[in-house]
């Protein structure tokens, strides 16, 4: 989950704590779960979380579908 | 801000259908944020060209905290690769949370003769370039995944693109016209529930697949279909935490 750069310090705060409040409920998680969502530890659901991830998936990812020289259509 | 945050219902963009895996996973979770902000969330689904046009529409957004967006692994990490896009996916937004995601499995026509991934393998291997990989075209997330697994399996198969993606792939897999599909497991369970695969002496091969990870953690090898309908096909979290072991 993002927002656009330049948004307010405070509502990416609230944001992040309403999304992480989401994910430790009981109801939502056992819908995700049925789903065959996997629901990563609470510590790996901030947006610092989020940023080192993305940023791993990128560098881990790009290389791999450009030297595969995959396109789009 | 002149007014304590949120003043108004906030809007999250989806860049992918109603309905879809990434929808579903948004539905259920502004249902439940919608308490914590003492605000609506409300879903916008900006739909087409892989995702990037509603991710294009979420970073032009006034970054006022009321315009949210939510993605996957093509929309944020593939697309990326293999289109030219307007925004930088790292650099134009701010993270917010880090989401459940939804892994990939293989799937295998129900009499293909492997009944786990070790014997899809070795039967991909004896038959090189001969099996076809139903996705949703080139680039796509079953597309960039199926490669993933030929480079860390050293086999070799087709990639047959379809325009209509994964409802598509599933008929001409249950039918027999392709191997191997690359989907997720709510859709790969739906089908099960819905009692199409029907577990025979070579049962679909189902081989947990989840590209965002490395290479060891390829999934292992379930049969599919192998009770009835609702039992074991509609609980996939019995399958997750299984590691691969060669």
């Not at chain 2, 294009?56 to 990326?80: E, K, L, M, Q």
């Not at chain 2, 039967?123 to 099996?131: E, I, S």
């Not at chain 2, 792939?169 to 497991?185: A, E, F, N």
């Not at chain 2, 790969?188 to 199409?196: D, K, V």
Request: include cysteine.
């Amino acid at each position: 989950m993002w927002v656009p750069k330049g948004t307010p310090q405070e509502a990416i705060r609230k944001l992040t704590a309403a999304a992480m409040d989401a994910l430790a409920d009981s109801t939502v998680r056992e819908r995700l779960a049925g789903l065959g969502q996997e629901i990563p530890p609470r510590e790996q659901q901030s947006a610092e979380a989020l940023a080192a991830h993305h940023k791993a998936e990128i560098e881990k990812w790009w290389p791999l579908i450009k030297a595969a020289n995959i396109k789009a259509e | 801000m002149a007014q304590p945050y949120p003043s108004h219902p906030i809007t999250l963009i989806v860049p992918f259908g109603a309905g879809g895996p990434v929808d579903t996973l948004a539905r259920t979770l502004t249902d439940a944020m919608r308490t914590s902000l003492g605000q609506a969330v409300i879903i916008e689904n900006v739909t087409g060209a892989s995702g990037t046009i509603g991710v294009g529409r979420a970073v032009r957004a006034a970054p006022d905290g009321y315009t949210v967006s939510i993605g996957n692994w093509p929309s944020h990490v593939v697309n990326g690769a293999i289109y030219a896009l307007p925004y930088d996916v790292l650099k134009d937004f701010e993270p917010v949370a880090r989401l459940p995601s939804n892994p990939y499995v293989i799937v295998a026509r129900k009499d293909l003769p492997a009944s786990n991934l070790k014997e899809l393998i070795a039967w991909l291997k004896a038959n090189p370039d001969k099996a076809t990989q139903g996705t949703a075209g080139p680039g796509s997330g079953q597309h960039v995944s199926g490669v993933y697994f030929q480079n860390v399996t050293g086999t070799r198969f087709q990639f047959v693109p379809y325009r209509a993606g994964s409802s598509e792939i599933m008929r001409d897999l249950l039918s027999g016209h392709i191997d191997l599909s690359s989907t997720k497991p709510s859709q790969r369970f739906r089908t099960c529930a819905a009692g199409e695969s029907k577990p025979t002496p070579s049962r679909p091969t189902t081989a947990w697949l989840r590209p965002p990870i490395s290479p060891r953690s390829t999934r292992p090898a379930r049969p599919g279909c192998t009770s009835p309908p609702g039992t074991e096909c509609g609980s996939p979290r019995e399958h997750h935490r299984r590691p691969f072991e060669s």
